[in-house]
């Protein structure tokens, strides 16, 4: 797993299984430190069929992390997985973006669950 520290406010882990990357972010999120995140989550990244997130540890997430989140769905399954925080929750529902993600209910179902296709 390769581990990324944005100071003492954020952190990302990655690894991958196969086609699937799991991110787990923890902490706050915001224009100032999505640098790994985005590295995290290249919708250019080669090999990679679905992006699963771990956000259960996300405190605060801005715009600019939303718009990282969003990039690679547009033409691959990005699953939320696990309990997602409130204040998160809130950014997507106010946002409409919660319709670009796919849930599960953990990491590991989200690995493996069938993404209903994007629709048009």
Same mark, same amino acid.
């Given at each position: 797993m390769d581990r990324h520290d944005a $100071?003492? @406010?954020?952190?990302?882990?990655t690894r991958s299984d196969g086609d699937v990357r799991v991110v787990v972010?923890? $902490?706050?999120?915001d224009m100032d430190n999505v640098a790994d995140l985005r590295t995290a989550m290249?919708?250019?990244?080669? $090999?990679? *069929?679905?992006f699963v997130?771990?956000?259960? $540890?996300?405190t605060? *997430?801005?715009?600019?992390?939303?718009?990282?989140?969003?990039?690679?769905? #547009?033409d691959r399954p990005v699953v939320l997985a696990g309990t997602v925080?409130?204040? #998160?929750? @809130?950014?997507l529902e106010l946002t409409g973006a919660e319709l670009a993600f796919a849930t599960a209910p953990s990491v590991a179902e989200g690995m493996t669950m069938a993404v209903p296709p994007r629709r048009a």
């Open positions: $100071g003492a @406010r954020s952190r990302v882990e972010m923890a $902490g706050e999120f290249d919708p250019a990244a080669p $090999g990679v *069929a679905r997130l771990d956000v259960a $540890g996300v605060f *997430a801005d715009s600019t992390a939303l718009s990282v989140l969003l990039q690679p769905a #547009l925080p409130d204040r #998160l929750a @809130r950014l």
